[in-house]
Antibody
């Protein structure tokens, strides 16, 4: 059974840092692309960052230069290092597994999600 | 970057059919994924590709696409289908970015 379990959220002051972890089971993170998606209170979903199996990571403009996504294949875990945090980064952060369906036009989608971890940036 | 636009809210009578749409330039060349999110829960993938359902998703959920619009249809809506629904695709301007739709709140009456 595929499972994703996030941890590391909490209350942090503006300008501070946090590292989120996403522990995977039921599959090997080195074989899938992994992403982070966030949801501010009462708002919609916002894509944050992605790491592919062999390529460079990519980030939404809103977090580029401040957040770093990485993976530790030996621990089967994906991380999101968040620096220079702002009030607008307050959200539930979800880790999700990505996949691709090549039929027709193709489709990139996120088939398994963790339960999320809340990050609150406030003084 | 691309945008995906959804109607904020729709309602459907129990047992009737509702269609949720998602508009965006990226959908002219790639299919959308659709996610259901209930309050306090993580999103769940319900449709991907041309019209594929992950294991465990009821067959009352179906997808379609035309032009720049992707649609999610619930045929015979049930009370448990009341939720927020989001579409998502790869960004048409930069293939390494991803975008989610604005979300549609579905109310089952």
């Amino acid at each position: 059974e595929v499972q994703l379990v996030e941890s590391g959220g909490g209350l942090v002051q503006p300008g501070g840092s946090l590292r989120l972890s996403c522990a995977a089971s039921g599959f090997t993170v080195s074989t899938k692309y992994m992403t982070w998606v966030r949801q501010a209170p009462g708002k919609g979903l916002e894509w944050v960052a992605i790491t592919y199996t062999g390529g460079s990571p990519y980030y939404a403009d809103s977090v580029k230069g401040r957040f770093t996504i990485s993976r530790d294949n030996s621990r089967n875990t994906v991380y999101l290092q968040m620096n220079s945090l702002r009030a607008e980064d307050t959200a539930v952060y979800y880790c999700a597994r990505g996949d691709y369906d090549s039929s027709g036009w193709g489709c990139y989608f996120f088939d398994y999600w963790g339960q999320g971890t809340l990050v609150t940036v406030s003084s | 970057s691309s945008e995906l636009t959804q109607d904020p809210a729709v309602s459907v009578a129990l047992g009737q059919t509702v269609r949720i749409t998602c508009q965006g330039d990226s959908l002219r060349s790639i299919y959308a994924g659709w996610y259901q999110q209930k309050p306090g829960q993580a999103p769940v993938l319900v449709i991907y590709g041309e019209n594929n359902r992950p294991s465990g998703i009821p067959d009352r959920f179906s997808g379609s696409s035309s032009g720049n619009t992707a649609s999610l249809t619930i045929t015979g809506a049930q009370a448990e289908d009341e939720a927020d629904y989001y579409c998502n695709s790869r960004d048409s301007w930069d293939n390494h970015f991803y975008v989610f739709g604005t979300g549609t709140k579905v109310t089952v009456l």
